[in-house]
């Protein structure tokens, strides 16, 4: 019997079925391909990650070391103390170190039988991994039906001049994971099943329904068109089928113009995404400078200190200003609306200052004010915000290399409150400086790229502007300007 000669009831019936099935099976098969991939990633990570803790220690080893450091030294080096077999223990992986030709030098894992590790290694993997850009280069093999990852990167002297070769063979361990998703996938079927009979159920009911009424109601639907706006059907002295069928077209009339409003309201959301994104950040924040403030606390706390109440009152200041800002945030979200508003208080900017830096345990940052007082009207919150983002992102441009400086000024000028904060730090490059107060850009790995694009809209918000100049790999000033009385048409 062909297809297209079955009848629509039984189309219907079949088409149902097979959509469930097939939406299984796919399921099913994106379920299996996504672990797959996901195990995949998860063991290269996991592999970069203890390749990069071993380094470490091995840096550590040879900084340590009386030996001189070259590749002839590596094995007295190592079994010094047994460092490489403490170093496979803690790390529990096994290590192979080769010099620059590929011969053994030493491995942590003794054997009396040679095996694969005391060849020397392929050629043609040494010369792939001299090309790699990270000089670091992984191979895939199979031993005794189990999966292995091998690494292959260079150790270096404090000159970054190759020594020898290290080895990481790394075993793939997916047992615990099949098991989960063979448990899933149990799950998942059980569930389908009970959806396959209910949708036989609804699949036999609803085809029955359909072609039961589709006859007497054609001629009507035979006006419908896509291409133009469809309207509701109006039927009078109508069997009780046909009104059943014409209240179901005309509830996806309605059911129509209903997603046109849904499509207006998901506009609406993507804008609240973003500023949720943004809320997100600026509650961040806070958060890092209470950790650090506490654990300030907790180490300098001694009772018998003559000053420990004024320094307890400061950290609670310096906490309460913080909760205050996350509280804040927190109230705009729950509204629905925008950053907080803008408050006008009189305040010390000079002290304000002086209580946003208190967060930062860092000993190298200088507050410098050039007046002891400075009165201005303005928001604290906003005021802490702008400070802790400008701190923040200069002690994030001080590379670990040099001896770190950053020093923050507070002077007036004219009808303007002056802050500057100055770092010893990377600098912005020529290609990036119209770029760092654009929304998402940044130059650090982590991070949404948001803190200085915020800073600048709350400055020019107040009627105020921000500017900076710098010099690579030298330093870097940002120059925020806000007037001592702001404007009440630029508040939000």
Avoid: C
């Avoid at 609803?206 to 072609?211: D, E, F, K």
């Avoid at 002690?395 to 904060?421: C, H, K, M, W, Y």
Wanted: glycine share 2%.
């Amino acid at each position: 019997m062909k297809l297209f000669q079955l009848s629509l009831r039984i189309r219907i019936f079949f088409s149902m079925i097979l959509l469930v099935l097939v939406a299984s099976i796919l399921i099913a098969g994106v379920t299996i391909f996504q672990y797959k991939a996901d195990n995949e990633v998860y063991h290269k990570e996991r592999l970069e990650r203890k390749e990069e803790a071993i380094k470490e220690n091995i840096n550590f080893v040879l900084k340590s070391t009386t030996y001189p450091v070259n590749t002839r030294n590596i094995p007295l080096i190592f079994k010094e103390r047994n460092k490489i077999y403490e170093l496979a223990q803690v790390h529990n992986l096994a290590l192979n170190i080769y010099d620059l030709n590929g011969k053994l030098l030493i491995k942590s894992k003794s054997s009396l039988l040679k095996d694969s590790t005391d060849q020397p290694i392929d050629q043609k993997i040494i010369e792939k991994l001299n090309v790699q850009a990270k000089k670091r280069y992984l191979v895939k093999f199979e031993q005794n039906d189990e999966k292995f990852l091998s690494s292959y990167s260079y150790i270096t002297d404090n000159k970054f001049k190759p020594l020898a070769i290290l080895n990481l063979p790394y075993l793939e361990d997916d047992n615990f994971n099949t098991r989960e998703l063979w448990n899933y996938l149990k799950r998942l079927t059980e569930i389908y099943v009970f959806m396959l009979l209910i949708a036989i159920a609804m699949a036999f009911l609803l085809s029955r329904y359909i072609t039961k009424s589709l006859k007497t109601i054609s001629d009507k639907i035979d006006q419908t068109r896509l291409n133009k706006k469809n309207t509701r059907i109006k039927i009078n002295d109508a069997s009780k089928e046909i009104y059943t069928l014409v209240n179901a077209y005309n509830s996806m009339v309605d059911e129509l113009e209903e997603s046109a409003v849904k499509l207006a309201s998901n506009e609406r959301e993507t804008a609240w995404r973003e500023m949720a994104k943004q809320v997100a950040h600026e509650i961040k924040n806070p958060l890092t400078p209470m950790r650090l403030t506490v654990q300030n606390f907790q180490r300098k706390f001694d009772p018998t200190d003559a000053n420990i109440h004024q320094k307890l009152q400061e950290y609670s200041d310096t906490l309460i200003q913080q909760i205050d800002t996350m509280s804040s945030i927190a109230s705009a979200f729950s509204n629905f609306a925008k950053m907080p508003a803008q408050q006008n208080e009189t305040l010390d900017v000079v002290k304000v200052v002086g209580l946003a830096l208190d967060i930062f345990n860092e000993d190298y940052i200088v507050f410098e004010p050039k007046e002891i007082t400075i009165i201005a009207k303005m928001d604290r919150t906003q005021l802490i915000r702008v400070v802790t983002n400008l701190v923040k992102n200069g002690i994030q441009a001080i590379p670990e290399d040099r001896i770190p400086s950053l020093r923050v000024g507070v002077q007036t000028e004219l009808q303007n409150v002056v802050i500057t904060i100055t770092d010893n730090g990377i600098g912005v490059s020529e290609e990036n400086k119209y770029k760092v107060f654009e929304p998402k850009f940044t130059t650090k790995s982590s991070g949404m790229g948001l803190g200085l694009a915020m800073v600048k809209n709350i400055v020019e918000t107040y009627g105020g502007s921000i500017t900076f100049t710098s010099t690579k790999n030298i330093e870097t000033t940002f120059t925020v300007k806000i007037p001592r009385e702001t404007p009440t048409h630029n508040i939000n």
